[in-house]
């Protein structure tokens, strides 16, 4: 059995990307499926949070999470409870932030990037989903905005930007391609012939960069979503009958 999650050596706070690996959730959800609107037994899902907040080592009642609209809004998450419960979702939204000494915050993917956001100075962490829609608001660029707002500065934050469908994998059309080229730059797409493959990673990363925050600052995880079945869930290459990852982290310096 693998590690329940993966981290970032950049991060100095408790973080991680959840795997597949050390859940109870079977067949193409197996095993640490954290998507309640997947299809799953809703028990499953329940020990699948569980089993990961015993391995952060965190209270399930101090985990906020949004319902996810691949929009730019960002909601402050606060008045977490040390119980193992599941707190209900703060709302439509597709990033969160807290200030709150044991709380964390998780946004939900399968293919779109996720980005962690820590200000050790500050004291606020931030976690944001990104797709393709996301990542076209500047949802990243928006998170960064609500840190900056309550005393952040950009260039003391540090960026996570988690697994994610890579451009090995991410075939998009002609007219996507060149949407993402004008918005982001030649360098985010890769054509091929007639085939445009997409680097969304990269385009966060260019959000991140435009906002402040300093290239040495971001870790880029190469992970692919797509090509590593044995890790991870894919929206794309499972035709949208797969679960859910959760990526987290916590608020204790
Ligand atoms: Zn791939």
Not at 62 to 73: E, F, I, M, P
Not at 125 to 143: C, K, L, M, N, Y
Not at 147 to 160: D, F, T, Y
């Given at each position: 059995m693998g590690s329940l999650f993966i981290t970032s050596a950049l991060l100095p706070v408790p973080h991680g990307f959840a795997t597949r690996s050390g859940g109870v959730s079977e067949g193409r959800l197996a095993s640490l499926n954290l998507g309640f609107t997947v299809g799953d037994v809703r028990e499953r899902v329940e020990?699948?949070?569980?089993?990961?907040?015993?391995?952060?080592?965190?209270?399930?009642?101090?985990?906020?999470?949004?319902?996810?609209?691949?929009?730019?809004?960002?909601?402050?998450?606060?008045?977490?409870?040390?119980?193992p419960t599941l707190r209900p979702q703060l709302g439509d939204a597709d990033a969160l932030f807290t200030e709150q000494p044991g709380e964390w915050v998780g946004v939900s993917t399968a293919d779109c990037v996720p980005v962690l956001l820590v200000d050790p100075e500050g004291k606020?962490?931030?976690?944001?989903?990104?797709?393709?829609?996301?990542?076209?608001?500047?949802?990243?660029?928006?998170?960064?905005?609500?840190?900056?707002?309550?005393?952040?500065?950009?260039?003391?934050?540090?960026?996570?930007?988690?697994p994610a469908i890579q451009q090995c994998c991410y075939v998009v059309s002609e007219e996507m391609a060149k949407h993402f080229a004008t918005r982001f730059g030649s360098d985010v797409v890769v054509a091929r012939g007639d085939e445009f493959r997409l680097d969304l990673s990269r385009a966060v990363v260019l959000t991140l960069r435009r906002v402040g925050v300093k290239v040495a600052h971001m870790d880029v995880l190469q992970d692919c979503t797509s090509c590593d079945s044995g890790r991870f869930f894919s929206h794309r290459r499972d035709s949208g009958r797969t679960g859910r990852h959760i990526n987290f982290v916590l608020h204790r310096f």
């Open positions: 020990e699948n949070y569980r089993r990961l907040a015993t391995a952060v080592g965190a209270p399930l009642g101090a985990l906020h999470t949004v319902k996810q609209v691949h929009g730019d809004r960002v909601l402050q998450a606060a008045g977490g409870q040390n119980t606020r962490v931030a976690a944001v989903h990104s797709g393709w829609r996301g990542t076209d608001a500047d949802i990243a660029a928006r998170a960064v905005e609500a840190l900056v707002a309550r005393g952040s500065r950009p260039e003391r934050l540090l960026a996570a930007v988690g």
